[in-house]
């Protein structure tokens, strides 16, 4: 049976109610839809570029490079890339101090208020809450703006540009490091940047890819991150508990916006699809390699 929505039909219909068309909730800003879309090109151009010179000694790891221009310029490529995560880290956390400043926040309230990416104790209710409504014994959980397997999404940014870009950094410079660390460091980032890096790449291809596209009520693909948009029906069953607040608020009216031109949902699944397919492919290659060719 489908869960019931917060309100009445008929009420849902006059807020909807638009001389265009439905209108939809709009959950992500320009900046993050455009921040998230070149962090999914700097991502798959590091995968692809970073496991072609790890697993070089493989069949499609050749090929790979010969479309890519050769193993030097692979490399490149790489380091490009890199500079392009580092800058969409740096312009986000700018983005964070002007959302501050901007809203007269205090900082306590940024990182920790109810609708920060921090973790909280509801968090852990929400977890434990899945757990049992997984196994039947208890209620979808209600949640909020972020979801616990989000904020675990967007540290693993954080926690990536700290530990594999420094070493990535060790060994693009490493004659600069080596003037005041010693020479076995090199060869300790060299391990750490590629395990993690591979470790990465896993976990996004395989549990992100699940946890936005592949769950049942998403599949085969959610595009809101792309449009930022998302039909208030499925705002409302997604994330209940901050569509209680922005209705108690009386703020739900002013996220309501017109939905995109078709040719424009179809130029986003377009996209989508492509990073899709190259991020399941790289899975393929990566349980190939492990399995019959690493070195």
Do not use: C
Not at 20 to 39: D, P, T, W, Y
Not at 83 to 91: D, K
Not at 230 to 238: A, G, H, Y
Request: no cysteine; aromatic share 16%.
């Amino acid at each position: 049976m489908a869960e019931k929505l917060p309100v009445e039909a008929n009420e849902l219909r006059q807020l909807l109610q638009s001389p265009v068309g439905e209108k939809q909730f709009l959950r992500f800003s320009r900046l993050n839809r455009a921040l998230h879309i070149i962090l999914i090109v700097s991502f798959l151009s590091l995968a692809l570029t970073g496991l072609t010179l790890k697993f070089s000694y493989t069949g499609w790891a050749v090929v790979l490079s010969h479309v890519l221009g050769g193993f030097e310029l692979t490399g490149y490529l790489h380091r490009f890339a890199a500079v392009l995560m580092f800058l969409i880290f740096f312009i986000h956390l700018g983005d964070v101090v002007r959302m501050k400043r901007s809203e007269h926040r205090s900082w306590g309230s940024v990182i920790f208020g109810p609708d920060s990416m921090m973790f909280n104790k509801k968090d852990l209710s929400d977890f434990i809450g899945s757990v049992k409504w997984f196994v039947g014994k208890g209620p979808r959980p209600q949640f909020g703006r972020w979801t616990y397997w989000e904020k675990f999404d967007y540290f693993a940014v954080f926690w990536g540009v700290a530990v594999i870009g420094s070493t990535g950094l060790m060994l693009w410079f490493s004659e600069f490091f080596t003037r005041f660390l010693p020479g076995w460091l090199i060869n300790v980032a060299t391990i750490i940047h590629s395990d993690e890096a591979l470790l990465a790449v896993g976990f996004i291809f395989t549990v992100h890819f699940f946890n936005t596209h592949l769950r049942p009520e998403k599949f085969p693909m959610d595009i809101v991150i792309f449009t930022g948009r998302m039909d208030v029906d499925e705002f409302m069953l997604d994330k209940p508990g901050e569509y209680e607040e922005l209705k108690k608020s009386g703020k739900l009216d002013e996220k309501l916006v017109e939905p995109y031109q078709p040719i424009v949902i179809r130029a986003v699944k377009a996209f989508g699809w492509t990073a899709l397919t190259i991020g399941f492919s790289v899975v393929v290659w990566i349980i190939y390699a492990m399995l019959f060719a690493y070195r």
